[in-house]
């Protein structure tokens, strides 16, 4: 089967306060090429497309023309939302798997990405995700309704992996209908379609304020024993 990672990077990064993108944020090297390279590097993983800001693409092809990347078949614009971004992306690729990806999630793991393309040949479409550690209150004007069963709670990651019939099928009827969906798979769920659960990790952070940036450096330096500064 055909696999093609689309790497949504064309976020405003408004809550990260820099003055560029956040993905050409350094970690030793810019985010956006960790995470790239955790695709590029992966066995299954047959193509990559990259989806950015209109105006980051230059800035982009020249952080990606310093390193070699093989699967990196094109990068296209994004449009005025995430999910208008993921459907350029979507329209774009030509295969059997579809993986969605936040260039913001560097620390993807090998394992996450093979387990997600597994369930969704098995099952059509999967979701990389972590069980809730803390507990939920469900808040009505600052007064708790109540709590919520932290058990039956998962925290959605990417990548999210599907069919490609089926996200296409998804994001088409999404845009006939004018529903905007808060990820991927909310718009394969309104479509009747299971989303198998793939158990991901917490390290799979996605960063997008400056404690997040901090943290990811940290699991940087753990995993490879040095700074990322």
């Not at 990077?9 to 810019?30: H, I, S, V």
């Not at 030509?94 to 969704?120: F, K, M, Q, Y």
């Not at 989303?195 to 304020?209: A, D, P, Q, S, V």
Request: glycine fraction near 6%.
């Amino acid at each position: 089967m055909k696999t093609t990672a689309i790497i949504l990077a064309a976020g405003k990064a408004k809550r990260m306060m820099a003055d560029k993108n956040k993905l050409f944020l350094e970690l030793r090297k810019p985010i956006l090429i960790h995470t790239i390279g955790a695709f590029e590097n992966h066995k299954l993983i047959n193509e990559i497309i990259v989806v950015v800001n209109k105006r980051d693409l230059e800035a982009c092809n020249k952080i990606i023309e310093k390193n070699i990347f093989k699967k990196l078949r094109k990068i296209i614009v994004g449009g005025e939302t995430r999910q208008q971004s993921s459907y350029n992306g979507v329209m774009e690729a030509d295969s059997d798997i579809i993986l969605i990806h936040d260039g913001a999630r560097p620390l993807v793991t090998e394992d996450s990405i093979t387990n997600s393309i597994r369930d969704a040949i098995n099952y059509g479409a999967s979701v990389v995700a972590v069980p809730l550690k803390e507990t939920v209150k469900k808040v009505d004007n600052c007064f708790v309704q109540n709590t919520l069963d932290r058990d039956a709670l998962w925290i959605a990651q990417t990548p999210q992996t599907f069919k490609a019939d089926i996200i296409k099928k998804a994001h088409e009827t999404a845009k006939r209908d004018g529903f905007f969906g808060k990820d991927d798979s909310s718009l394969v769920e309104r479509l009747g379609y299971k989303i198998r659960i793939c158990r991901g990790h917490y390290e799979n952070l996605k960063i997008t304020t400056p404690d997040d940036l901090v943290i990811a450096k940290h699991i940087f330096k753990k995993n490879n024993g040095d700074y990322y500064d």
